[in-house]
C-alpha cells in the first residue's frame, strides 16, 4: 500500500511541477548537464526524472517504447493507477499492448551526476478492430 500511495504522489508532483505536457509528438527529448555536490534543495538531492502524460482513446492499442541516450536513462511507462505498462534502458526498447484506454504516463528517469541528451520514443499505434475479434472472421 505505501508502495502504491508512493507512485501515485511521484507522478502527481512530475505533474504538478510544471513538467508534465501533452505527449504531441513522436520524440521527447531532453538534456542534463549534471549538478554539482553540495545542493541544497531536495530536487538535487533526489534523481532528476521528467514527467509526461497522454491520453490512450481506445482499448487494445499496440505500442512500443525505445531511448536512446548519451547518459545511463530509463524510460518507464505507467497507467493512471500507477502500475507499470512497459520500460526500456539504452540497450533495449519494449513493446505490447495497452489493454485498456485512458490517461498514462511516461516518466524518463537519469541518475543525478551525469550530463548528456536524451530522446524517448513512445509509439502507441491505436487499432480499430481486435485480431482475436469474431467478426473478423471469413465464413
Known amino acids: 500500500m505505501k508502495t502504491v500511495i508512493g507512485w501515485i504522489v511521484l507522478l502527481m508532483l512530475g505533474l504538478l ?35 509526461f502524460t497522454f491520453e490512450v482513446t481506445q482499448d487494445n492499442a499496440a505500442f512500443t517504447v525505445s531511448i536512446k541516450a548519451s547518459m545511463d536513462a530509463v524510460v518507464r511507462m505507467y497507467s493512471e493507477t500507477g502500475q507499470l505498462v512497459a520500460g526500456a534502458n539504452n540497450t533495449c526498447s519494449m513493446g505490447g499492448r495497452i489493454n485498456r484506454a485512458g490517461t498514462y504516463s511516461m516518466v524518463v528517469f537519469t541518475p543525478r551526476y551525469v550530463t548528456g541528451t536524451y530522446e524517448a520514443v513512445p509509439k502507441i499505434s491505436e487499432v480499430t478492430q481486435s485480431v ?5 472472421s471469413l465464413s
Open 132 to 136: 482475436n475479434d469474431p467478426s473478423n
Open 17 to 51: 511541477s510544471g513538467n508534465a505536457s501533452p505527449l504531441d509528438r513522436k520524440v521527447i527529448q531532453g538534456s542534463r548537464t549534471g549538478v554539482g555536490a553540495g545542493g541544497t534543495t531536495a530536487f538535487e538531492n533526489s534523481p532528476r526524472n521528467d514527467h
